[in-house]
């Protein structure tokens, strides 16, 4: 039987933000209840805090935001190529429409977090821990998931060409609906994975066994 998927919270969020323009970050800074849509970037902070902020269609292209934290976060239609989003914590946070091309989320720590229709092609979310999470038709195309903690992660009707799972168990993950023709692994992180009938051909064939066709 298939085990039911746990909710996934979405971001909280009170409907009168107020509306603020974002140029500098400093050490420790704490940005909350407001609606962001112009940002002068890329910008720089460690150890930064946004709760309860809603951000549309802003560029933070090659920003450094290394040891951030994100609570009740909405990204809608932004630009986040090359983030560097190292060490970040993300609870109840939804990207919608965004592209994240090279952003840099390793050993960051997700729980609740949505991704839906986003552009994320090498992607890095090594040594992570995602819990509660999905990914809703995004291209995660040559994204790299090595030594990942996985813990009720959807990826539904994602193309996952060429990602890599290295050291990563993908037991219950349920890769059926995704589109690839090759992802990178040892073969041990398959155990327990949900995969098509026609994916379970190219994995077989990946491993070096030949199949047999009737004439």
């Known amino acids: 039987m298939k085990r039911k998927q746990r909710a996934i ?20 800074d704490l940005i909350e209840l407001s609606r962001i849509e112009k940002i002068k970037g890329p910008l720089v902070g460690e150890h930064v ?27 809608n239609g932004c630009d986040l190529s090359n983030v560097d989003f ?11 429409n965004c592209k994240l091309a090279g952003a840099d989320f390793d050993q960051a720590n997700f729980q609740d977090v949505q991704f839906i229709e986003c552009e994320a092609p090498y ?12 990914f809703r038709q995004c291209l995660l195309k040559g994204a790299n998931f090595m030594e ?36 990178h692994l040892t073969g041990e992180e398959l155990r327990g994975a949900i995969i098509s009938a026609e994916q379970a051909v190219s994995f ?12």
């Open 49 to 75: 805090r946004f709760e309860e902020v809603y951000l549309k269609k802003v560029t933070l292209s090659q920003s450094r935001l290394s040891f951030s934290r994100w609570t009740d976060v909405i990204f």
């Open 86 to 96: 190292q060490d970040a914590y993300f609870n109840r946070v939804a990207f919608h």
């Open 148 to 183: 990942v903690q996985f813990d009720n992660v959807q990826f539904g009707y994602s193309v996952i060409q060429d990602v890599t799972f290295t050291g990563s168990s993908l037991a219950s993950i349920d890769l059926s609906n995704c589109q690839f023709r090759t992802i």
């Open 9 to 28: 919270h979405e971001p909280e969020l009170p409907e009168n933000l107020e509306e603020i323009e974002l140029t500098h970050l400093s050490y420790h």
């Open 123 to 134: 992607c890095l979310f090594n040594q992570t821990l995602l819990r509660d999470m999905a």
């Open 204 to 215: 077989i064939e990946l491993f070096g066994v030949q199949v047999k066709y009737d004439e």
